[in-house]
Each structure stands twice: as C-alpha cells, then as structure tokens.
T-cell receptor
C-alpha cells in the first residue's frame, strides 16, 4: 500500500515568507509526527498528533511554527516569517494507535534564502 | 538530561568484514530503543527495536543489536557487510514508559562499505 507522502519535495523561499508543508500519512494511522533534520544531524522531534489533537508539541522551537491535523489524517506544518536557520529537511512519520514503529515519508527540503 | 549519542560519525569497512555501530543513551527513566537506516535518497526505515525481553534483538538484512542496561548502550552489529549496506544509520530512543511517541535520535553514523 501507499506509504507516507510529503509535498512539496523541495521548497525554496525567501527570508520572512510564510510556508506550508503537507503530510499524508498511511491510511488508518492515527498517530502522526513531525521532525526536522538539519545537515549532518539526526532528526529532531517537533510535534506529535494522536487523532486531531497535538499530544506533544514540546519540540516546536518557537511560535513561528504551528501544525494542524483538522480531520485526523492529513497534517500541515506552517512556518511564519521564515528565517535562514529554518532551512532543513522536514520529515513526517505516522504509526498506528499505540504502535511503536514510525513509518517515515521522504521529507520536504526547505531552503530559506 | 535525556540524550542519545552515536560515537562514530563515519565508519568505513570492507565488504564481508564485520561491523559495529555504537549507540549510548543517558536516561533516569525506562527506555525503548530503535535503529533506523536511511539509504541514499530514501526515507528512514526501521531496522530493529528493543521493547522488552531478550536483550539481543535481530532485525532485517542480517543486523542485530544488544541492549546493555548497565552500560546504557544499544550497539548495532552485522557479522559480514555487503556493498548494499552503505547508508546512514540512526539510533533512536523513546523515554519514560511508552514505546510510542517522541523519538530522540542520535547524530547518525554513515557506514561506507568498500569492495
């Protein structure tokens, strides 16, 4: 079946602009995660949804970052007033409820000029 | 503080040689441990996991790992590597009683297998 998909695969924007990154989880997976991977580093947790609600948003770096999952399926990560330091690969993962294996998407590479 | 450390950023090895990729963690609470692999231009894929029971766990592609609670380690091993094992490997941990939720990753180890 289809895996986790993320769009766009690449996004180039200018400093100060607003961006939205989309994640389509595996069908039926109730848990959805966002991570950020900077060059040469391991993925860093941002936020975790169980259904429509954020179960853990402790990794969001500041209030410029926001994520939603209004219908418990697709999720959008929103970044306001982008900064050059936001440049990274943004990874999405999903899992079944209570499942310990997270299935990762290919990521969105964000470049802020 | 809770953290995960991969001691080697790069490991070069010849084909058919054994390999060990090291992972240590720091935690005052219970942990669940994972190894993920990222092949070039692909997403992260689960190799193996330790949740409970036997401390030696076997994963896909001939990899295994051993959980050592006293040394707070979860090293990944393969007795004979293949060119196709060239990839980046990440150790990851969930802290505090659930095997799901937030994963804390190490910095990654790039394994390069030479012919």
């Amino acid at each position: 079946g289809a895996g986790v998909s993320q769009t766009p695969s690449n996004k180039v924007t200018e400093k100060g602009k607003y961006v939205e990154l989309r994640c389509d989880p595996i069908s039926g997976h109730t848990a959805l995660y966002w991570y950020r991977q900077s060059l040469g580093q391991g993925p860093e947790f941002l936020i975790y949804f169980q259904g429509t609600g954020a179960a853990d948003d402790s990794g969001l770096p500041n209030d410029r970052f926001f994520a939603v999952r209004p219908e418990g399926s697709v999720s959008t990560l929103k970044i306001q007033r982008t900064e050059r330091g936001d440049s990274a690969v943004y990874l999405c993962a999903s899992s079944s409820r209570g499942g310990d294996e997270q299935f990762f998407g290919p990521g969105t590479r964000l470049t802020v000029l | 503080a809770q953290s995960v450390t991969q001691l080697d950023s790069q490991v070069p090895v010849f084909e058919e040689a054994p390999v060990e990729l090291r992972c240590n963690y720091s935690s005052s609470v219970s942990v669940y441990l994972f190894w993920y692999v990222q092949y070039p231009n692909q997403g992260l894929q689960l190799l193996l996991k330790y949740l409970s029971g036997s401390t030696l766990v076997k994963g896909i592609n001939g990899f295994e790992a051993e959980f050592n609670k006293s040394q707070t380690s979860f090293h990944l091993r393969k007795p004979s590597v293949h060119i196709s094992d060239t990839a980046e490997y990440f150790c990851a941990v969930t802290f505090g009683g659930t095997s799901y939720g937030k994963l804390t990753f190490g910095q990654g180890t790039i394994l390069t297998v030479h012919p």
